[in-house]
């Protein structure tokens, strides 16, 4: 083991067991509870960047979804969605759904069971929301006609051929063009009465319809079997009849039109293309772009790696980024003072009445994937890790985002006090395993270090970081996992604490221990000792040398919390055997009550130490330390974890 000499502690900073006054009302919040959200949306200032606000485009109560399509509809002031719903019963369906924007609360649904939805688009003239969907039996292509104000289906079309997402509305408002695997199918808006089929060398894509209605662009793969669009063709809307077509001599995706309908501007994974309508003339820059759209003043706005970029159309520049996360899809308001930013890789955030009540107050949709959070008591903020790289930074009251902090690399850990830091990163990928202070106020990063790994090794978990003091100690266990998944023999293995001294933002030193691993962490500020779980044991350490001070055997092993008065320390097992919850004297290092049938990963407590929060494969339940039996629980749709609870202060 290697041990340094570290200073007196002066001060300690433990989140996990703040004081919170008598008047004040704490609440759990709870990522990834209890609703399964279709999709989010972010609501964003198009020029500065900043979050206006965040809402759910749609919830199951059962089984999953996943948005398919968004649309503003006419007025501006309704949002209209296009949602798969796979129940865990029942048929698949598709539901319509219209999202007042000043509320960000659901209007209503129009459902259809046995279908699956491809592409929705809103007719700017009379309102009237279109979908292109297949019915699940024979999956032929359908399109329907919703009119907003009665939230109903009005009439129905079936077409022929299989449908691509990309379905247009004339500027006029009396034509829908539809995309194919044929070409593009040409409806009467106001009937569905199909008037004509283009046939084109290959499936159509995107499309696109000239300011004055006169011209329809249809980007097509030029090749039957083609799977990317690769050329443009302009057909004449009266006749039906190709003018002339550009070969783009690479693939795209996306297409949009200046406003003048002079110039056709095109995205791919490989650039942006601007193409001129009159001449053909082609020019490109480097920039890999997804869906693109254009403000009424010109300014191109495109789905951009690390948010939206705002780019130039004269010099084909960007002009600027605006951070964004998890970027599906985005929409421009009429005027283009605001984004809505789409994610379907959805989760969501809930928040419940004063502890211990299991009555959910309200929940957002994030759309990410979260690691194990912090709350953040000073500046009255969650902060949620996510393996995107990112931070989410909401308020603890409300949970609307403020927006978040990019670490670059997968954020696994968050940690508060009276600054906060996140533990990130990967051996043998850049940046590596990381420590990170960051300002959730600004969302600027104010400093990190390196936590050193053995060079042979290209994985790591971490466990229960926990700041005492100055001092945050980050326990870690890396390993090498060869081309197959099996781990090289344990000799290579690399268990201990790494100690950071926050201060400075330096590595002040780090632990080693011989075990099979760390499996919790946990610090007793009264006491002033840390402890670990490691297979079969429990160890008391010195946190000045890392020094074993006593051991206890235990049955199994799993994440830790110390009660606020330093007296217990709880294990919630999890290896070799799952689903057990130990209450340790700490005094005697013995089992002084345990019960089973708990299956929760990590034990949160209360801040008065009255109630341990786990998160289970169904919910939240909710134990009594006095006597560790469940006194509530929180039902969720789906597994919830694994991180722990968060409590709040009002």
Not at 78 to 83: I, P, Q, S, W
Not at 140 to 162: H, N, S
Not at 338 to 359: D, E, K, R, W
């Amino acid at each position: 083991m290697y041990t340094f000499s570290m200073p007196s502690i002066a001060t300690i900073s433990l989140i996990a067991v703040l004081t919170l006054p008598a008047s004040a009302s704490t609440h759990a919040v709870i990522p990834g509870c209890c609703a399964q959200i279709t999709g989010s949306v972010t609501v964003m200032d198009a020029s500065t960047g900043a979050i206006a606000g965040a809402f759910s485009t749609g919830v199951t109560a059962t089984g999953y979804g996943v948005s398919q399509s968004y649309a503003l509809t006419k007025g501006g002031n309704t949002l209209a969605v296009l949602n798969n719903d796979y129940p865990s019963s029942g048929p698949q369906a598709i539901a319509v759904t219209l999202i007042g924007l000043t509320t960000g609360k659901p209007i209503g649904s129009v459902n259809t069971p046995g279908a699956l939805g491809q592409s929705m688009a809103v007719n700017s003239q009379s309102g009237a929301v279109y979908a292109a969907y297949q019915e699940t039996t024979h999956y032929g292509l359908l399109v329907q006609t919703v009119d907003p104000g009665a939230l109903k289906v009005v009439r129905t079309q079936a077409l022929a051929g299989a449908p691509r997402a990309g379905l247009a509305v004339s500027p006029d408002g009396n034509r829908i063009y539809i995309p194919t695997s044929e070409g593009v199918v040409v409806m009467r808006a106001t009937t569905l009465e199909v008037l004509g089929t283009v046939s084109l060398p290959g499936p159509a894509f995107a499309l696109a319809v000239s300011p004055d209605s006169a011209t329809l662009y249809a980007t097509y793969a030029s090749s039957s079997g083609g799977y990317y669009a690769d050329s443009v063709a302009f057909i004449d809307a009266a006749t039906l009849q190709f003018t002339q077509t550009a070969a783009i001599g690479a693939f795209f995706s996306f297409i949009a039109l200046s406003p003048d309908g002079t110039q056709i501007y095109l995205s791919g994974l490989t650039a942006l293309w601007v193409l001129d309508a009159q001449t053909l003339a082609l020019s490109s820059a480097p920039i890999v772009a997804g869906k693109i759209a254009v403000a009424p003043e010109g300014t191109l706005y495109a789905e951009y790696v690390s948010g939206i970029a705002v780019v130039d159309p004269a010099s084909l520049s960007v002009v600027s980024v605006l951070a964004a996360e998890n970027v599906t899809d985005f929409a421009l308001s009429a005027g283009a003072a605001s984004l809505y930013i789409f994610a379907n890789q959805s989760s969501a955030v809930a928040i419940t009445g004063a502890v211990p009540t299991v009555a959910i107050a309200r929940s957002t949709a994030m759309g990410v994937v979260f690691g194990m959070g912090a709350y953040d008591a000073v500046r009255q903020v969650v902060l949620l890790p996510n393996l995107t790289g990112n931070i989410d930074v909401l308020d603890s009251h409300t949970l609307r985002p403020r927006g978040f902090v990019n670490l670059g690399s997968p954020a696994y850990w968050t940690v508060s006090g009276d600054s906060d830091y996140a533990v990130s990163g990967q051996p043998g990928y850049a940046p590596g395993p990381l420590v990170t202070r960051f300002d959730p106020s600004t969302f600027q990063i104010t400093g990190s270090v390196g936590i050193p790994y053995p060079s042979s090794d290209n994985s790591a978990v971490y466990f229960q970081p926990v700041l005492y003091g100055k001092y945050l100690y980050v326990p870690f266990h890396f390993y090498f996992v060869d081309c197959c998944g099996q781990g090289i023999p344990a000799s290579h293995d690399e268990i201990g604490i790494a100690i950071v001294d926050t201060s400075s933002m330096e590595l002040a030193g780090a632990f080693h221990y011989s075990a099979s691993g760390i499996f919790g962490f946990a610090i007793t500020p009264a006491t002033g000792k840390g402890y670990i779980a490691t297979s079969g044991q429990l160890r008391e350490i010195d946190l000045q040398t890392g020094a074993v001070l006593r051991t206890a055997a235990i049955p199994n092993s799993g994440y830790l919390a110390a009660s606020p008065d330093g007296k217990t320390i709880y294990v919630s097992t999890s290896y070799p055997t799952a689903g057990e919850l130990y209450a340790i004297s700490t005094q005697t290092l013995t089992i002084g009550n345990s019960t089973s049938g708990l299956y929760f990963s990590y034990p949160s407590l209360t801040p008065d130490g009255q109630y341990i929060y786990g998160s289970t494969n169904s919910g939240v339940s909710i134990v009594s330390t006095t006597s560790l039996a469940v006194v509530g629980s929180i039902p969720s749709h789906g597994y919830v974890g694994p991180g722990p609870v968060l409590f709040t202060q009002d």
